[in-house]
């Protein structure tokens, strides 16, 4: 590191102790003093477990590791789940969504991964599972989950979103999860489709590949040839274990960047062909409806989108002073190149810092220190991907669009804080 960069960290570092400095106190409470000289502390007024009290927590050993065959939460965290909702038949076509308000980083736990189904989750045994593999193919295959295992492995971090995150018509969500919660982001492992595809011959002629589940509802969606042979994967693994049964378990197409309903899980058959097969869900479902009526034949990838976790809608700044806004921007055609915030109704906007890593068709963390003075306001972020594409207003969005559409509203949310810092929809 060159005597510049040096310096140049020497003033990050002095510029943020400031920063923190002229912000005032950042915790409520008591001060605590004395401690280097044997000073007595103050309880907290109502409680027996804060210092200088000794915790009822460390006056008797605790739970050994061999009572969780499997680590759960811990019981106080109880309340972090999916979100369900009520309104929807959870048998026949249900979801539930990620609780992105209460988590940080940019990999979705797998208990809390979003789902999608169209008719229940099956109960799939590895053993009898099969892959078919036929078509505009030289040599027609069945793999089993051992023959995919065998070969070469490869691991990737990606986003996988529902299209319909979130949809265009009112009511409108109260919290980031009751709008985008259809989204979450792991560590995939499995195979290229590539070298699938290239052990089993591929012909020239063979344009689409038709993928379909194992699942009751068949879920059949057809993928373009060029996204097969360039970064689709055969999933059997999420987060460094197997996948979950919501997830696909024993195995799932993977199409970074494409839309959540692309990615069939339960994957049991794909088929080479020249033409797509225009199926259920890529003609009376998940498309999307322009002014004049007319539906655009296929929408695959998700457009470049953000949106501000912390605060959101449901959650409440209890002082004034010192707050990271912090969110996840994300796009299906490359990296995060940047994010833009503003506190002010988006009359001015401020560049926010990317956490690291910032990978291609991945969630990035973004951040920005502010600084609350107790009056109204509303936050907003927008994100800006590495071609360049701006994510649109609602207003800007509905203006090409109409309000024919159901899918693939990435526009700009906002959120509103009032002086008790109460944090709600600003659309609603």
């Not at 590191?1 to 409470?29: N, Q």
């Not at 949809?167 to 259809?182: F, I, M, N, Q, R």
Request: with cysteine; glycine share 8%; net charge neutral.
């Amino acid at each position: 590191m060159t005597e510049s960069a040096d310096l140049d960290d020497d003033r990050a570092v002095t510029s943020r102790r400031r920063f923190l400095r002229e912000s005032g106190a950042l915790i409520s409470g008591a001060v605590v003093a004395g401690l280097a000289d044997g000073t007595a502390l103050a309880a907290e007024p109502g409680s027996e477990n804060v210092p200088p009290n000794v915790p009822e927590w460390m006056k008797a050993p605790g739970d050994p590791m061999g009572s969780q065959l499997y680590g759960t939460p811990s019981p106080f965290e109880k309340n972090v789940v999916k979100n369900i909702s009520k309104n929807l038949p959870q048998y026949i076509s249900a979801s539930g969504r990620t609780p992105i308000g209460d988590l940080d980083g940019i990999i979705t736990p797998n208990g809390l991964f979003y789902e999608r189904h169209h008719g229940g989750v099956p109960a799939i045994d590895p053993d009898q599972h099969r892959l078919m593999l036929h078509g505009l193919i030289d040599r027609p295959m069945i793999f089993t989950m051992d023959d995919l295992r065998r070969f070469p492995s490869q691991s990737r971090i990606h986003f996988l979103e529902c299209s319909g995150n979130p949809v265009y018509t009112k009511p409108y969500g109260k919290t980031a999860s009751d709008l985008v919660g259809l989204l979450s982001c792991a560590e995939w492992t499995g195979v290229s489709l590539k070298l699938v595809l290239e052990e089993a011959g591929l012909r020239p002629e063979a344009k689409w590949l038709v993928a379909e589940g194992a699942d009751a509802a068949a879920l059949t969606r057809s993928i373009p040839i060029e996204k097969c042979l360039d970064d689709a994967m055969l999933v059997y693994s999420q987060n460094g274990e197997r996948l979950r049964p919501q997830q696909g378990y024993p195995l799932r197409l993977l199409l970074p960047g494409f839309e959540g309903n692309m990615n069939v899980k339960w994957l049991r058959r794909l088929k080479a062909v020249p033409e797509p097969a225009y199926s259920r869900e890529e003609t009376s479902k998940y498309t999307d409806l322009m002014p004049d009526g007319v539906a655009r034949e296929f929408t695959f990838y998700m457009e470049a989108k953000s949106i501000i976790t912390r605060p959101s809608g449901g959650q409440k700044l209890k002082q004034t002073g010192f707050h990271e806004i912090t969110g996840l921007a994300w796009s299906g055609h490359g990296k995060i190149k940047r994010v833009d915030v503003s506190v002010d109704s988006g009359k001015n906007w401020l560049e926010a810092q990317l956490q690291e890593p910032v990978l291609t068709r991945a969630l990035t963390r973004f951040r920005l220190p502010w600084q609350w003075d107790g009056q109204p306001a509303v936050i907003q972020s927008r994100a800006v991907d590495e071609t360049g594409y701006v994510q649109p207003t609602f207003a800007e969005l509905l203006a090409v669009r109409g309000e024919n559409s159901f899918y693939h509203n990435n526009a700009i949310q906002p959120w509103r804080i009032d002086a008790q810092g109460q944090v709600t929809n600003a659309n609603s």
